[in-house]
């Protein structure tokens, strides 16, 4: 069984960053995707970005050339960094993994971008 525990969100202005960290219980280079999604009220749940074991990355368009997922293996952990946020950025944001075919979530972090 994989933990996921995220950190890092707030509250903050439009334009402004934060930068959400993921840490899982299992090391990471076991772990062949890792993701972020978010889930804003009242809309099904999102990808934001994914991190593979080879070093790819995926974005959603939305968040294309602001967002930056990366990964230490060193700490097991997979980062969000978020620049120029928008007041649509606002939902709650989910690491996620998946090892030996079962999906695991984290608790989530809220992230409210005011305008």
């Known amino acids: 069984q994989v933990q996921l525990v995220e950190s890092g969100g707030g509250l903050v202005q439009a334009g402004g960053s934060l930068r959400l960290s993921c840490a899982a219980s299992e090391t990471t280079l076991r772990l062949n995707v890792m993701g972020w999604y978010r889930q804003a009220p009242g809309k099904q749940r999102e990808l934001v970005a994914t991190?593979?074991?080879?070093?790819?990355?995926n974005y959603a368009d939305s968040v294309k050339g602001r967002f930056t997922i990366s990964r230490d293996n060193a700490k097991n952990t997979v980062y969000l960094q978020m620049n120029s946020l928008k007041p649509e950025d606002t939902a709650v944001y989910y690491c996620n993994t998946r090892l030996w075919g079962v999906l695991y979530w984290g608790q989530g972090t809220q992230v409210s971008v005011s305008s």
């Open positions: 991190y593979t074991s080879g070093g790819s990355t």
